[in-house]
């Protein structure tokens, strides 16, 4: 039963994720990839993403800061989130990696810090539910017994 | 030689990004690849034996040079080294170049596209990827592979040994097998003598 219960939020929380645009269908690729060869393929992809993402949203506030910004190298990282946000089907972060780069090839330095914000708040949120997602897989494989 | 018929494809993916190599090893391996991954394309020639500035592999790795990657998957956007540097690296090399590369980008960008198809690669994925991309990589394997054979085949006319109808294998293990796997075997037979005669002759 708790296990039943705890599925049916997991399902929840997934499908609002592609409700609200957050995910798109490469996610499904994703979880279509996941099989009993590789039973925790999605849980390691979106890790790598969050790692990644935080890494990259960390560099990207660093060298905005600069006095001098080098918008190529900007435009680099930003091109490496929208690459793994695709990768994901973060739809919405790799959005807004399309716009960020718009404001890299003008040399928009306002813009850029804009766009930096939204993308951090927007991948934090992500990040949150991915781990939410991935909390209530532990717990829902935690009620079967182990081979 | 059972291991040679049974042994799957080995591709070399080449990707800076973790979460996309780690994509891209999933995807080869379910469509039943053996998949060996580098994050940088200088990696990549280190694994094919080919040093930055040398035209020749490692002498200890030469023998099994043609065995040892079947495909090379690559991504264009690298820092570094790009995927269309090491495209062109591969295909100045008088040992690499028959292998056919592929190469990834997740930019539609045509003039790049058209680059990378006339510097010689054998197809062009964006990203990301899907499964049914995969269904692709085979055939310019198996094309590849054909033309090798062809040329070793030529290089052996005067040989008499050189008779593939004798393979042993050829009717026993063909039962239980899908038609996609009967496909893989059948033209396994017809190269097994260019990659079993370096190693005994």
């Given amino acids: 039963m708790a296990a039943a219960a705890l599925t049916s939020q997991l399902n929840a929380l997934v499908n609002n994720m592609f409700a609200m645009g957050l995910l798109d269908d490469q996610f499904q690729q994703l979880q279509m990839l996941q099989d009993s060869t590789a039973p925790d393929f999605v849980s390691e992809v979106v890790t790598l993403f969050c790692d990644d993402g935080e890494r990259i949203i960390c560099e990207l506030s660093r060298q905005l800061e600069k006095p001098n910004v080098d918008f190529d190298r900007v435009d680099s990282y930003v091109h490496q989130l929208k690459g793994s946000s695709a990768s994901v089907g973060a739809q919405k972060v790799k959005n807004t990696c399309i716009q960020f780069r718009e404001f890299c090839q003008q040399r928009s330095r306002d813009g850029c810090l804009k766009t930096l914000d939204l993308v951090r708040t927007e991948f934090y949120d992500l990040r949150n ?9 532990q717990q829902i494989q935690a009620c079967y017994p182990k081979h | 030689m059972a291991v040679a018929i049974e042994a799957p494809f080995h591709v070399l993916a080449v990707d800076d990004s973790l979460p996309d190599r780690k994509l891209i ?36 790795q030469s023998d099994q040079q043609e065995v040892a990657v079947n495909l090379i998957i690559t991504d264009y956007c690298m820092p570094g080294m790009t995927g269309y540097d090491l495209l062109k690296k591969i295909k100045e ?108 002759s």
């Fill in chain 1, 129 to 137: 539910k991915f781990q939410a997602m991935l909390q209530l897989e």
């Fill in chain 2, 93 to 200: 090399s008088s040992y690499l170049r028959d292998i056919p590369v592929v190469i990834m980008s997740s930019d539609n960008i045509p003039s790049r596209i058209n680059r990378c198809l006339e510097e010689g690669a054998d197809e062009f994925f964006l990203k990301p990827v899907r499964l049914s991309d995969m269904s692709k990589l085979k055939p310019h394997i198996l094309k590849s592979r054909c033309k090798e054979h062809y040329q070793q085949e030529q290089n052996l006319q005067s040989n008499s040994e050189s008779n593939n109808s004798s393979n042993p294998t050829s009717e026993n293990s063909s039962s239980s097998t899908s038609s996609n796997s009967h496909k893989r075997k059948a033209v396994d037979e017809e190269i097994l003598p260019h990659t079993i005669r370096p190693r005994h």
């Fill in chain 2, 25 to 60: 090893e999933r995807l080869l391996k379910t469509s039943s690849f053996q998949v060996t991954t580098v994050d940088s394309g200088s990696k990549a020639l280190e694994f094919l034996g080919l040093h930055d500035h040398e035209d020749s592999p490692i002498s200890t």
